[in-house]
């Protein structure tokens, strides 16, 4: 496998149901994101970490509850979620977290996203 | 004022054809840009960083205004497989980058 892989790529859960994404990069990077992408919308960045240590939280609600257990893989635990919720859930990954500054650090890879839909 | 903003288009363009689009930014002090390709139901992808000096890559022009707080994305000799949404990035002080919503870009036969 190459690049970055989520899985599921769909998922339908009630707003009472817990589910998780997975996402796993094989690129040897240093920070991983999850972001979400509604309809029409900008992209929304949501959690970021760097060497296995969160170093972002863009007050996302508490029911979505992220984890990076290695530099490897990032998950994003779900619970009660509210139809709003539905959306695109995006990982990606970049050598080093991003700075801002022009730098091939800042190019982000993406997975293909995990389709997710509240009933 | 969005912090990025683009035009959602879309826009329909004959095979062939030269379009380009723009997309306006609202923080000075950004200081990297870019723009990535998205295809329907799939994920971004970086089409080109583009630098002070402007830069090329084949049929594709990205331009920085500064000046202007603007990028451009130039398609010359369009191509069907061109379709896609364009999204726009700055980077932010802020260590952050901000996106636009995209412009969607139809070429058709």
């Known amino acids: 496998e190459t690049g970055v892989t989520q899985t599921p790529r769909h998922l339908v859960m009630g707003m009472t149901n817990k589910k998780s994404l997975k996402c796993e990069q094989h690129l040897g990077h240093n920070a991983m994101y999850w972001y979400k992408q509604s309809a029409k919308k900008p992209l929304e960045l949501m959690f970021v970490y760097s060497l296995e240590e969160r170093v972002e939280n863009n007050s996302v609600p508490s029911r979505f509850s992220p984890e990076c257990p290695n530099s490897s893989h990032l998950f994003l635990h779900l619970h009660t979620l509210q139809p709003e919720d539905s959306a695109l859930y995006l990982c990606?990954?970049?050598?080093?977290?991003?700075?801002?500054?022009?730098?091939?650090?800042?190019?982000?890879?993406f997975g293909a996203g995990s389709r997710l839909t509240v009933l | 004022r969005k912090e990025v903003e683009q035009d959602p288009g879309p826009f329909n363009v004959p095979e062939g054809a030269t379009v380009a689009f723009n997309c306006t930014y609202s923080n000075s002090a950004s200081q990297s840009f870019f723009w990535y390709r998205q295809d329907c139901r799939k994920e971004p992808k970086l089409l080109m960083s583009?630098?002070?000096?402007?830069n090329e890559d084949g049929r594709f022009t990205a331009q920085l205004n500064r000046a202007s707080q603007y990028i451009s994305l130039l398609i010359r000799d369009s191509k069907l497989s061109d379709s896609a949404t364009y999204l726009c990035v700055v980077g932010g002080s802020n260590y952050q980058l901000i996106w636009g919503a995209g412009t969607k870009l139809i070429i058709k036969p």
């Open positions: 990606a990954s970049s050598q080093d977290r991003i700075r801002g500054l022009r730098s091939g650090a800042n190019v982000l890879t």
């Open positions: 583009v630098y002070s000096s402007g």
